[in-house]
Structure formats: C-alpha cells, structure tokens
C-alpha cells in the first residue's frame, strides 16, 4: 500500500503543480500552447507510470497490463481515424488496429460512442463488415470488455454439439472470485439465462461438480493471518482423500480447492509433501483421468503460479508450424488488460525465447501485428 500511496501523493502534487503552472501565467496563445504541452507531457509521463506499477486496491489480485490508457486520448479523433480506414478502398485494417489496440476497453467505448455520432451508424458493425477471419475475432474481442469476452467465450463453448471442455477449463478453473462473479453477471445480462444452468445442462458427474462449484465463487478472501492447524488439516484431507486410500474422495478435493484462498492453498500443497510421496499435480494424475484431471491440475498450476501457467498454454499452442489461433487469441485478448506483461515475462524465462518472437514467427499478416501490438514488446 505504501507504493499505492507515494502513486497517489505523486498525482496529487502533479495535479496541484500543473494548476499552479496554468493559473500563474498570463492567457497568450503562446502561454497557453505551453502550459498544454506541459501538461500532455506530464500526462504521457504520469501513464507511463502507472502502465509500469502494479497496483493492488480493495484486496484484488495485482494487475500487469501490456495495453494502458492512452494519455493524449481523443474519442473524436480516433473515430475519424476509424470511419475513414474503413471507407477506404481495400479497408486500411493498419490504422484500425493501430488504434484499437492501444486503447483500453473503456476508451474503445468512448471511440465506439463518437463513431456512432459521426457515421451515425454501430462501429461494431461496421467493423464486422470491414474486417474477416483471425483480425476480426481480435478487434471484435476488444470491443468487449474482459468480463463479457470470457461470458461469449464460455457461451461458444458450450452451445451447438459437442463442448469445448478445454476452453471451460482455462476460463472458469483461471478467473479470480471477483472475475467469476462479474462474469456470472454479464452472462446473464448477455444470453438471459444463469451460468450455472448452462455448465450443469452442458457438462456431467465430477468435472460437472467441480465447475459448479468453481462458478459459485465462494472461496475465501486471502487473510493476514496464517493458521498453520488449518494447513494441516486441508493437507492431511486431500492426501486421506486420495493417494492414501482406494479411489478417491472427489467431493473432498473439489470442496478444498474451490473454497480457500489462493495463499492457504499455496501452504497446503508445500505441506502435503510431508504426507504423500507424490506432489498435488502428480496425485492429481495418478488419481482422476480426463477432463476432470486437466481441471484439478490447471487450478493448481494457477495458484501456484497463473501467469507461468498461461505462458505455457501459449507455448503449448505455438508448438507446431502455425498456431492454435482460438487459445492464441484467447489469452492475448482477455489477458492484455490483466497480467499480460507478467506472462510475457514467464515465457521468456521458461521457454528461452520471447513470447514477442514467438507469435511473429507462428502468425502472419495483420492478424499477426494485432497480436504483437496488444503484446506491447518484445523482451
């Protein structure tokens, strides 16, 4: 909190400073074209600054965003900008992700308000009749906000025949309470019916079990208090539960990991190495099978280390010669806003290569320089 506050003391001393510069001088458009410069540059500096803070309020989890405020920011302009690219003969999709893709959510709205007024027309319908294939499922996904791009997500997962149960896993086993909530909200905002009925209609047995309790979104919130009893407990419970018996307790294991904080079960797992032989994720394979595996494994590797575990989903979908677009353009988008700038990081480090020069080298075209823009650069 200490950073948060020095952030806080640091904008109200620019805020104070860039008054006092203003008032101070006389009215000439010289002055005036001086004190606007002044404070555009303060402003770029002061953006820049929070794009690289990591700030933690209300008890959320932190944020790393590759894509920040714009400082210099004019709706108007960028819709000009927008309605003339895509007037264009040929569509100039350069300028649209140019400009969609350094802004963030809430300013894209702003763009889409202002273009609206212009054109007097959707700008996201008109984007959609612009743009095809992977750039439009990109610009279209930023057009959402991050709670409603994982709602459509979960929807076109489980809708027609067939479910994509790899896409429900990363979703629903990855999003934080507060995520899971917001994103209970919007679904039913979006498609008028209630998350739970669609998971439960579309999934079954344990996997089915466990998915609904993850959308419940009942785990606790992180405590400054340690209780070290409450450790043990939970770690002697899943090992008894698992690898010390026949078969496996399920509803035991699906009430431990879907109800403590994220630092508990941190604690839980290092402390059930003191009773099984295995660790969590080897129990988990040795115990459950299929999607139910993939699912108790991806909730371990994210509160272990979640953004270690999207960087190796990207990896994983970056292995062969292209690219497996859907996962690729899933975490990207639904990530840049939230921690992409520490996943980046991850993948460097465990893969040896940046996640910027992975996508350029498995991606190509406009869909490609989309990607690397919301990846912001390449370390």
């Not at 996508?359 to 370390?379: N, V």
Request: charged share 30%; glycine share 6%.
């Amino acid at each position: 909190m200490g950073r948060v506050k020095r952030l806080l003391d640091h904008l109200c001393l620019f805020n104070h400073h860039t008054l006092h510069t203003v008032h101070s001088w006389d009215c000439s458009a010289q002055h005036l074209r001086s004190a606007d410069h002044y404070r555009k540059s303060r402003m770029a500096m002061i953006s820049e600054f929070l794009g690289q803070l990591t700030l933690q309020l209300g008890g959320g989890e932190p944020t790393y965003p590759t894509v920040v405020p714009e400082p210099n920011f004019d709706p108007d302009k960028d819709a000009a900008r927008i309605e003339t690219a895509i007037k264009t003969k040929g569509v100039d999709e350069q300028t649209i992700f140019d400009v969609l893709t350094k802004r963030t959510y809430n300013q894209r709205r702003e763009i889409a308000f202002a273009y609206e007024r212009r054109a007097k027309k959707d700008m996201i319908s008109a984007l959609k009749g612009a743009l095809s294939g992977s750039l439009e499922t990109v610009i279209l996904g930023l057009m959402k906000s991050t709670a409603q791009y994982d709602a459509s997500e979960i929807k076109a997962s489980i809708k027609g025949l067939g479910t994509d149960e790899e896409s429900l896993i990363e979703i629903l086993c990855s999003r934080s309470n507060d995520e899971l909530k917001e994103i209970k909200k919007v679904y039913k905002e979006l498609f008028k019916k209630e998350l739970e009925k669609d998971v439960a209609g579309d999934t079954s047995g344990d996997f089915a079990k466990l998915l609904l309790a993850l959308v419940e979104a009942k785990r606790d919130e992180p405590s400054s208090v340690i209780d070290y009893q409450k450790i043990d407990e939970d770690a002697r419970a899943l090992y008894d539960a698992g690898v010390k018996r026949k078969g496996t307790d399920v509803k035991c294991w699906i009430s431990i990991m879907s109800e403590r904080s994220v630092p508990h079960l941190q604690k839980v797992f290092e402390r059930y190495k003191s009773y099984s032989p295995y660790d969590m994720q080897e129990s988990i394979s040795k115990e459950v099978k299929g999607d139910l595996e993939k699912s108790f494994l991806t909730l371990v590797q994210c509160f272990e280390n979640k953004q270690l575990y999207f960087a190796n989903r990207l990896q994983d979908a970056m292995k062969s010669k292209g690219a497996k677009e859907k996962v690729l353009t899933r975490i990207i988008v639904s990530r840049c806003e939230v921690d992409l700038k520490k996943i980046r990081q991850e993948f460097k480090a465990h893969h040896g290569k940046s996640l910027y020069q992975t996508i350029a080298e498995h991606t190509k075209g406009d869909y490609q320089r989309a990607l690397l823009s919301l990846c912001g650069g390449d370390d």
